[in-house]
């Protein structure tokens, strides 16, 4: 008998704040998953209940919500007046009414069942690790009521080895350090990712921090944080002996330097970074809890796609010249080899933060003026933000220190010296490191099948690839975000499915 579990972030109602998001999970596997955010064209769609999202994951598997069997939610709102109750089970006993009233706009409500938050986010990042036994961190702002909880993860499930409460959140660090660098306290940790490698960690700055900050010394910071986060997390992956794998999430997480750091530890023999570690993640550990299933870590793509028929009668409606070339991979490697940006709408959509070569924005690595280019006229912000390359697995060797699998951009790594200056578009100016993403064909065929072309015409088999979306923007998630992306951004070029289209 078929059994069919629907995870969702509410995003409403006490039960989180921000990336609503949907997962359906059929016979204990991963079958849909998409961000509200993406599809409401509202980034981060905070106070939004996803359902979008929902409507996306029951249409693909042909699905109404009266054929699910139980709906799962990473949440328990309200105050902590049960909070060693919580903290030690698996569910939370609480009053999910207001997400059975959203979801009766569907249909018959199936059972609803709540999931302590971090756990959800534990078995996000346990369970597709593929490790029997692992340490596992969750580093929040403030996950419900805790701000990092460290866990044992073993065949047997997870057991909570230690806990810190709010204010002692690593997560809330870097938010209000973003914030007070201008870029917003929440969205904007990533650019004090990026801007820390421009700055250096000292007694000084700490000082500083304590009063009031001079305007030029952002890098500093940065600096300051960008390497305390990482050696804090770093201490925690010591709290065991045994195991030596880890496994960790939620949104401080996709802090690529902070997993370089872990990495490196001697305290780490592997290392294994949940993609989608923010909350709209968090589903998808409830539905493991659910399911008790566990979930293949080779794909994140997920989401809607969409059909060349569908793809050509929008073009068609809308008067919008195309070509349908024969070879789509040569021909837009043709186009990049000879300097065009490139908008690349592919398969299934992504989920998590990354464009991993289906909704991407593709360009030359080759010369340091296309990361000016890309971060000047098409994605239209700061000058000093690095952009990753994507290349096939095979190139690892090569070109990345350690080369081992990336397929997520979760990590940074070194380039060596000789192919920094072969790739310099896809390089941190600042240190020589990269967040990159390897490709294999059995992960991606048809992008695969691109870097190989552009191999074929400049020797080089790496592409900057950057997330297909404006700034402030969601990243593309229909044929329609695609062409609004398109013609309010510097891109010289959409492949569009099977379609082509030039400016």
């Not at 967040?435 to 992960?443: D, L």
Request: some cysteine.
């Amino acid at each position: 008998m078929t059994d069919r579990t629907l995870a969702l972030n509410p995003a409403v109602d006490g039960f989180g704040a921000r990336d609503p998001s949907a997962v359906l999970f059929v016979d204990g596997a991963l079958a849909a998953g998409v961000e509200e955010g993406r599809l409401a064209r509202r980034k981060h769609a905070p106070g939004t209940f996803p359902r979008r999202a929902v409507a996306a994951c029951l249409d693909r598997a042909d699905l109404s919500l009266g054929d699910v069997d139980r709906v799962a939610v990473p949440w328990r709102p309200g105050g902590s007046r049960h909070r060693a109750e919580f903290r030690d089970g698996d569910k939370d006993p609480v009053d999910l009414a207001p997400v059975r009233e959203r979801l009766a706009a569907f249909g018959p409500v199936p059972p609803v069942e709540a999931y302590n938050h971090h756990r959800s986010h534990a078995a996000s990042a346990f369970r597709p690790s593929g490790f029997d036994r692992a340490l596992v961190v969750t580093v929040d702002g403030r996950g419900a009521h805790d701000a990092t909880v460290v866990w044992e993860g073993t065949g047997d499930g997870l057991r909570r080895v230690a806990t810190y409460d709010p204010p002692n959140s690593l997560g809330h660090l870097y938010a209000a350090t973003a914030g007070y660098l201008g870029h917003g306290a929440f969205g904007g940790e990533g650019k004090v990712m990026g801007l820390a490698a421009y700055g250096e960690a000292d007694a000084a700055v700490a000082r500083r921090l304590r009063g009031a900050i001079d305007p030029g010394v952002d890098y500093d910071v940065t600096g300051l944080v960008g390497g305390g986060v990482p050696s804090g997390v770093s201490r925690l992956a010591s709290l065991l002996d045994r195991p030596r794998g880890r496994a960790a999430t939620p949104r401080v997480a996709l802090n690529c330097k902070l997993n370089r750091a872990v990495a490196a530890s001697p305290a780490v023999d592997r290392l294994f970074v949940q993609p989608v570690a923010s909350d709209a993640g968090a589903p998808v550990g409830a539905g493991l809890l659910a399911t008790g299933g566990r979930l293949d870590p080779a794909t994140v793509y997920w989401g809607p796609s969409f059909g060349d028929e569908r793809i050509v009668r929008l073009l068609d409606r809308r008067g919008v010249g195309y070509e349908r070339p024969a070879d789509l991979a040569g021909r837009v490697a043709d186009l990049l080899a000879d300097g065009a940006v490139v908008g690349w709408f592919q398969g299934r959509l992504e989920m998590g933060p990354r464009a991993l070569g289906n909704r991407s924005i593709l360009a030359d690595p080759r010369s340091e003026r296309t990361r000016d280019r890309v971060n000047a006229f098409v994605k239209r912000r700061e000058a000093w933000r690095p952009l990753a390359p994507s290349l096939p697995a095979a190139a690892a060797e090569d070109y990345l220190r350690p080369a081992t699998p990336a397929p997520y951009m979760v990590r940074a790594v070194d380039v060596p010296p000789e192919r920094r200056r072969t790739i310099p578009a896809a390089v941190h100016p600042a240190d020589g490191t990269a967040r990159p993403q390897t490709v294999t064909e059995a992960q991606n065929p048809r992008y695969h099948r691109l870097l190989r072309a552009f191999e074929a015409r400049t020797g080089v088999p790496a592409l900057v690839n950057t997330s297909f979306n404006d700034r402030g923007d969601p990243i593309a998630a229909t044929p329609e975000a695609a062409l609004e992306t398109f013609r309010a951004t510097g891109i010289d070029a959409l492949a569009l499915g099977g379609c082509l289209i030039t400016s």
